[in-house]
């Protein structure tokens, strides 16, 4: 039988994975959406209405109470709680169903996501699962986000947990599922992927920016960092010079945003939490959170892609290596 989903928030990166879960599951089933925003869903229902039935829904409850898997990417704890345990709206006032797989895809501390997952056991609401997401827009959009799972590997002696694999199969790639065996372990590894992926972006951005203003060409810096010990994963999908890589970068298109500017602060703010609570000085992500915090004030930055630190820090941009990207009266960019 059909089994329909509810997908809550539709911001950058849910808007992406719920087209996906759209495209990708039974066309007989409804995908029930929920976000703060309305207008996204409507958009969404417009846009993506051809794949099967899509049904608006105002609370989290409405979108669970039908749905066999409940999907949720929002932007910190405090909304997490609202979605599953507000005694109005939230997921915890619906119906129980042992059978349901709640997804937790935001990126937030580990005790509210404990806290969060206990209270829904206790009340049978279904198996609530950590399943913070790596990649950004693009992976979201292609569909091949790495998924990070506070679950054990799917096992045919638990029903549920093929019914987590099913839908994360919808948003990513196998390849890149990484089971960490219980509630919370999702997050403590985004939180230290995230650290990393703060940090060396600053760097990054730091080194490019002397190399240019001591006198190399962007590009055949690129190529030495690419072949040396200063290679990254950041360095080639997010480098902060347009132009410079044989693949498409935020800063290609004016920083069109994959992970906005002033969204580091949470994560890099988390990762400070977690290194303070366990006994691990956070030195680098602290010094880091002084240049973020500066940048997501910097018009220059603000509500483009993170590479954009690369401007607020004084780096140049060379001809042939312009940013492309113009303000608008209103404000937002346009992004080409």
Request: hydrophobic share 35%; proline share 4%.
């Amino acid at each position: 039988m059909a089994e329909n989903i509810g997908f809550i928030g539709l911001g950058a990166m849910g808007y992406s994975m719920a087209m996906n879960v759209r495209q990708k599951m039974d066309s007989n089933a409804t995908l029930y959406i929920n976000d703060i925003n309305n207008s996204a869903c409507e958009r969404f229902k417009s846009e993506y209405s051809s794949h099967g039935r899509i049904e608006i829904v105002s609370t989290a409850r409405e979108a669970s109470e039908s749905s066999k898997i409940v999907i949720s990417i929002v932007p910190g704890a405090v909304d997490v709680k609202k979605v599953y345990l507000d005694e109005k709206d939230g997921v915890i006032a619906g119906k129980p169903d042992e059978e349901r797989v709640l997804c937790e895809c935001s990126t937030i501390d580990v005790k509210s996501t404990r806290e969060v997952g206990e209270a829904l056991k206790a009340k049978g609401m279904g198996t609530y699962v950590d399943t913070p997401v790596s990649g950004g827009v693009p992976a979201a959009e292609r569909g091949d986000l790495s998924m990070l799972i506070g679950h054990a590997a799917p096992s045919d002696s638990v029903p549920n947990s093929k019914r987590l694999e099913k839908v994360l199969n919808m948003m990513g790639s196998s390849s890149k599922f990484f089971y960490l065996d219980r509630l919370g372990a999702g997050l403590s590894a985004k939180i230290s992927n995230n650290y990393l992926s703060g940090t060396i972006l600053l760097a990054t951005a730091e080194a490019v920016a002397i190399g240019v203003k001591q006198g190399l060409d962007p590009k055949m810096l690129y190529n030495v960092i690419k072949a040396s010990t200063g290679q990254s994963w950041m360095c080639d999908h997010v480098m902060p010079i347009p132009n410079v890589t044989d693949i498409w970068v935020p800063s290609n298109s004016g920083y069109k945003p994959g992970f906005k500017t002033q969204m580091m602060l949470k994560d890099l703010g988390l990762a400070i939490e977690a290194g303070n609570q366990v006994g691990v000085k956070p030195h680098m992500a602290e010094a880091a959170m002084e240049t973020w915090t500066s940048a997501s004030k910097d018009e220059r930055c603000y509500d483009r892609d993170g590479s954009s630190i690369y401007l607020h820090i004084g780096g140049e941009l060379l001809p042939g290596y312009e940013d492309k990207g113009k303000k608008k009266e209103d404000g937002t960019w346009d992004f080409t």
